[in-house]
């Protein structure tokens, strides 16, 4: 293998599957990286390219010329050390030893030299001098954009950015930007400028993080919509924090200014009938479709986004990935041959700088970018550089030297850009998107610029950076300092310059004044989400999830399903087998084929399932096993959609990264924009979602409160008590229902932001699985999923309990005390697994008649009617009813700071006086104990709690 093979990309990896090793081949150490083997549904292989390599002349030059090479070689190395990028001149700077050609042994300015193979010029075999060369080189990589690509350990990459760069400037140096584009560029300054002053002089207490200082973010996003529309993309997702924002609102993205005054005077973005807190001026979203020349519209849809940093990355990540599947079902054919990934949809990222270096969520979003089922073809990201974070100094944001760096973790080449220059702004981004579109990878877009002012407009900068403040306020504005350019060229006039800017300013004032009429727009579900109601206001609908029992059958016997050439491990036969047998009976069905028989039925129906998370596919527990490795080959089939093939959904099982934050994020993304997709994230671990609860929070718990989006995001976080020690026992239920909007009284239509479950049956969890996509809404559902429920056979459930008629129960009934509920002297509420255990021992004390346990399944929205029908036997009974709440987790966690008033609220509206006891551990500052014979004397004292006193 030659070392071009290895560095041109996976594709020319060996087809054999090896582990990691090193091999010395000619004298050079070569790394052959393990081929990822799984390519189920949803992978997607890493874009081929090819590129023209030396010629023999060429590497024969390369040999004689040697000197003149590595000098070459240390300009496109070394030269973005020396460029001028910072307007403030801020960045540290020494001399460059590496760029003076002496230190090669060149010291004769008028030497020539043969350049073919060493400079690319476009034009074969050329002479030139060493002073024309240098001359060459230095504007090519020591001007006002500079680059880092001589890292990339793809020569492909390489080469192809030496000769873009090289024989570009070589046929026309400083490509020309003509006198149309200037005029625009000029507008888009001028105006953002307006905007500003206007803000200040109208507001001028109002915080509104405007762009002054950065305004070239606002060419650079307009030069990458149009080369992204011409190259065919139609669909654009944004995301970007409170910089600026407006301005490219009112802006490029064509934002009402009316709208957006009524939103600074205290009105709302939308219609207030539904509900709707909304968020802070600085989070407002717009979705124009813009129009560039000939090419079709492109959609560019700004996401919404909390104030926590850098957090809607890798929503903005998922919703383009999904986009982009919900276009390849349409537009490409069985092998999906005429779309590819990123061939119609794009992510543009914009960062700051001190987010971009600080922000664990980018390094763990930049993890996702080029794996297989989480790559959506390459974003851009941009970050505007204002070399200071709020009030923090780069010195003090980040360790390393420039703010970029972070991205070197994934081979990502950085163009670094001087913000005071629009046109060579605008070259950055064409070079940027050039690369994003030949070889699909993300690309960094360091635009330098300052912030004129403070964090906002209150702030007094100068408190914690004086010395780049005085240097600041002594400057021009970069619109000011480019119209006296174009002035000075004859591009536009004085009065055409004060023309573009006094239109502007007068259409704010109309638009400041048409206020005092302005209704916001009605909001209705389009496209995809057609057909969807909100919940409070309109009828909800909850259709059948039960399922006949000849589907469910065949998509059980499909679950398990292997090819004859295939060759399962030989643990596994047992898996089939039990499941196979289990099918045949109708008994026996485990939590692992109810889900999978959750998953086959609606694929039968037309719907995608998607579940990601570390080790999904076989499951943290080994017992899904949804996705079989094929044993001599490592091959995987994922036997749903090898045997379905009737079946109009896919079912793509997304292995993911260590990550938490990022990966939940993703998937959210992917769940705002498609409703006909079951998106789950499973946690390996329930404590696990502590990474990413910056995501259930910001996202999950209130994003239909705060931008009305709606999502069916379902969470799996493994919980139960079992001496596994503090972190791999608690889904921190308490905190899931604390983020509940859940009514403390029962409510006609309670409009709970998200449903919290405890299911304690396979049966049950079928039904919810359907549930969220049967429905006619979206609400994300919290699973506190089982572990030691898996394989347990009392846990198991029939057939005919996912059959037609049947349904999620968000309380289950106790059915043997039912029979003489006099006899009954004990409820017993609870939630999850502990069941199983009070049920033996309640049988071991021979306390069936007396104990009724009663089992509540949703948490929220809490069942107020389920729950009063099912204790109501049992309070017509006896009215002095001793009720408990028994829970294995501490008091200050679990469930029951949730549902004790809640429970109270029932029994007396049944007459009983007084609510619900509490049994279970006290207090504790962790969730379980590390220890195993504390742990198991204190789950003895649990479970005899319940009984005390029979």
């Not at 943290?620 to 091959?635: I, N, P, Y």
């Not at 910001?698 to 409160?705: D, G, H, L, R, V």
């Not at 506190?784 to 049947?806: Q, Y």
């Not at 609510?915 to 004397?937: C, H, N, Q």
Request: charged residues 20%.
């Amino acid at each position: 293998m030659s070392m071009n093979s290895i560095y041109a990309g996976r594709a020319h990896l060996p087809t054999r599957n090896t582990l990691a090793r090193v091999t010395q081949r000619s004298g050079r150490v070569l790394i052959v990286r393990r081929k990822y083997h799984d390519e189920s549904f949803g992978f997607r292989k890493a874009r081929d390219f090819t590129i023209s390599d030396y010629t023999s002349d060429q590497l024969t030059n390369r040999a004689i010329n040697a000197p003149l090479l590595r000098y070459a070689d240390s300009l496109r190395t070394h030269g973005h050390r020396a460029a001028s990028i910072d307007p403030l001149d801020l960045l540290r700077r020494e001399r460059i030893a590496a760029l003076d050609p002496v230190r090669y042994g060149l010291d004769d300015p008028h030497r020539t030299f043969d350049v073919d193979g060493i400079i690319w010029t476009g034009e074969g075999k050329q002479e030139w001098t060493l002073e024309n060369i240098t001359s060459f080189l230095n504007s090519v990589y020591v001007g006002r954009i500079a680059y880092e690509y001589m890292d990339l350990p793809s020569k492909t990459e390489r080469l192809w950015f030496a000769k873009l760069l090289e024989s570009q400037s070589a046929l026309e140096p400083m490509t020309v930007i003509n006198a149309d584009r200037q005029k625009n560029i000029h507008t888009l300054l001028a105006k953002s400028e307006v905007l500003d002053n206007f803000l200040q002089a109208k507001f001028p207490n109002l915080k509104r993080y405007g762009l002054e200082g950065g305004e070239s973010m606002l060419p650079a996003l307009d030069a990458l919509f149009e080369a992204a529309s011409k190259a065919g993309i139609t669909q654009l997702i944004l995301a970007m924090p409170h910089r600026g924002r407006l301005n490219l609102l009112t802006g490029l993205l064509e934002y009402n200014p009316t709208s957006l005054f009524h939103k600074i005077k205290g009105g709302c973005e939308v219609d207030e009938s539904l509900g709707v807190s909304g968020d802070v001026l600085s989070h407002l979203v717009a979705s124009p479709t813009l129009q560039y020349g000939e090419a079709d519209g492109i959609k560019v849809s700004l996401l919404p986004n909390p104030s926590h940093l850098e957090a809607v990355n890798p929503v903005a990540l998922g919703k383009a990935r999904a986009k982009q599947y919900r276009l390849l079902k349409t537009l490409s054919n069985d092998n999906n041959q005429y779309c590819m990934l990123g061939d119609k949809v794009m992510c543009v990222q914009l960062h700051g700088d001190a987010s971009f270096t600080g922000q664990g969520v980018i390094m763990e979003t930049l993890g996702l970018s080029g794996l297989p089922h989480f790559t959506s073809g390459g974003s851009v990201h941009i970050v505007v550089n204002n070399s200071v974070g709020y009030t923090t100094p780069a010195s003090f944001a980040r360790s390393s030297f420039y703010c970029s760096d972070i991205a070197k973790m994934i081979n990502c080449p950085v163009l670094h850009v001087n913000g005071d220059s629009p046109e060579d702004v605008i070259r950055a981004v064409d070079i940027a998107f050039k690369y994003r579109n030949q070889f699909r990878k993300d690309i960094v877009i360091d635009l330098i610029v300052y912030r004129r002012w403070g964090h906002n407009e209150l702030d007094e900068p100068a408190f914690t950076q004086p010395l780049m403040y005085e240097k600041i306020r002594s400057r021009s504005s970069v619109p000011k300092l480019y119209e006296d350019k174009l002035i000075s060229d004859g591009v536009i006039s004085v009065e055409a310059a004060r023309a573009v800017r006094d239109s502007y300013k007068a259409s704010l004032n109309t638009a400041l004044t048409d206020v005092a009429s302005y209704v916001p727009p009605p909001v209705s579900f389009e496209g995809a989400w057609k057909g969807m109601v909100w919940p409070a206001y309109h009828a909800a609908r909850e259709e059948e999830t039960g399922v006949s029992s000849a589907v469910l059958k065949d998509v059980g016997k499909a679950s398990v399903n292997v090819p004859e050439d295939f060759e399962i491990h030989p643990r596994l036969n047992r898996h089939v087998k039990n499941r196979l047998k289990s099918i045949e009976s109708g008994e026996g069905i485990d939590w692992a084929s109810a889900e999978a028989m959750a998953f086959g039925s609606l694929m039968l129906e037309g719907c995608d399932v998607r579940i990601a998370g570390q080790d999904v596919g076989r499951g943290t527990f080994s017992h899904r096993h949804a996705m079989l490795v094929d044993q001599k080959t490592e091959g995987v089939i994922v036997p749903l959609n090898h045997a379905l093939t009737e079946a109009k959904g896919k079912l793509e099982l997304a292995n993911s990264s260590l990550s938490e934050m990022a990966v939940l994020g993703f998937e959210y993304g992917a769940s705002w924009e498609r409703p006909d997709l079951l998106p789950i994230w499973e946690a390996q671990f329930g404590d696990f979602f502590n990474g990413a609860q910056i995501i259930i929070d910001t996202f999950i718990a209130s994003s239909e409160t705060k931008w009305l989006k709606q999502s069916g995001i379902v969470l799996l976080l493994p919980h139960g008590l079992d001496g596994a020690g503090p972190e791999h026992s608690s889904c921190r239920i308490e905190r899931m229902l604390q983020l509940t909007n859940d009514p403390y009284v029962a409510q006609e239509k309670p409009n709970v932001n998200m449903h919290v479950v405890f299911p304690t049956t396979p049966a049950q969890y079928f039904h919810l699985l359907r549930r969220q996509i049967k429905r006619n809404y979206r609400k994300p559902l919290i699973v506190a999923a089982p572990k030691g429920l898996l394989r347990l056979a009392a846990a198991s459930s029939k057939l005919t309990d996912m059959g037609p008629g049947t349904a999620f129960q968000p309380v289950l009934q106790d059915l043997a005390t039912l029979a003489d509920p006099k006899a009954v002297q004990r409820v017993v509420l609870l939630s999850g697994k502990l069941y199983y255990d009070l049920a033996k021992e309640r049988a071991t004390r021979n306390l069936q008649s007396r104990v009724a346990l009663i089992r509540v399944e949703e948490l929220a929205p809490f069942p107020f009617t389920a729950l009063s029908e099912v204790l109501a036997p049992y309070a017509n009974a006896n009215k002095q009813l001793e009720v408990l709440w028994v829970q294995e987790e501490p008091r200050n966690q679990g469930a029951w700071g949730h549902v004790q008033e809640r429970i109270r609220e029932v029994l007396n509206g049944l007459g009983v006086d007084g609510g619900a006891a509490y049994r279970g551990r006290k207090e504790d500052a962790v969730s379980a104990p590390g220890t195993g014979k504390l742990y198991g004397a204190q789950q003895l004292a649990v479970i005899d709690s319940a009984f005390q006193g029979l």
